[in-house]
């Protein structure tokens, strides 16, 4: 079952209403913020092992003990950071994942200074297969396997899957022409 269609099921209605927002206003389409790019990467980072539902609730604490995703800030963590990150009970304690969202804004950073941009630095690796952007995250950043990259690039519109055909948000994502349209 899709997401599109397991949404209208769910119950109670505020849990519906948390993933229809999502769903009808973020998933599938193109970010051109790179705070925002390194936002939705921590997201679907912390999501591994738990549900989706889980990050959305989370998803303004997130914003919070990260600084509103701030790249040149998440960079510049102390141990300090680290420390009060791993004791921040409206995020995911997990300390792999912490250190992931630390290592990887240095390592947009370093993209930043060569491409121009993190958008730029994925706009230079399209299109790619699915196994060839996981083999690439799992070379470029830490804690990026399958199902993350795969989540991540349908999530930012660099990989087809996010809506059916049939979804009435499906003919909005096109108008804001995603990169796997242009594959």
């Known amino acids: 079952m899709s997401y599109c269609s397991a949404i209208k099921g769910m119950q109670p209605e ?38 989706w539902e889980t990050i ?3 998803e303004e604490s997130f914003r919070l003990a990260y600084d509103n995703f701030d790249i040149q800030k998440v960079a510049a963590y102390t141990e300090t950071d ?9 995020i995911i304690r997990n300390k792999l994942k912490v250190n992931a969202a630390i290592e990887n804004a ?4 370093e993209l930043q200074k060569e491409f121009g941009s993190f958008e730029k630095w994925l706009e230079s690796n399209h299109p790619k297969t699915l196994p ?3 083999k690439l ?18 999530s930012i519109g660099y990989l087809k899957g996010s809506h059916d055909e049939s979804c009435s948000i499906y003919k909005e994502v096109l108008k804001h022409k995603p990169m796997w349209e242009k594959g």
Do not use: C
């Open 14 to 51: 505020s849990r519906r209403e948390l993933h229809k927002k999502y769903h009808d206003n973020y998933y599938g389409f193109p970010i051109h913020d790179d705070n925002e790019l390194f936002g939705r990467l921590i997201m679907e980072i912390n999501q591994a092992g738990l549900s």
């Open 56 to 58: 959305l609730k989370k």
């Open 82 to 90: 680290r420390e009060r990150l791993l004791s921040d009970p409206g």
């Open 106 to 109: 240095k390592t947009i950073i």
């Open 132 to 134: 060839e952007w996981m």
């Open 137 to 154: 995250f799992k070379k470029t950043f830490k804690f990026t396997g399958g199902e993350i990259v795969n989540e991540f690039l349908m």
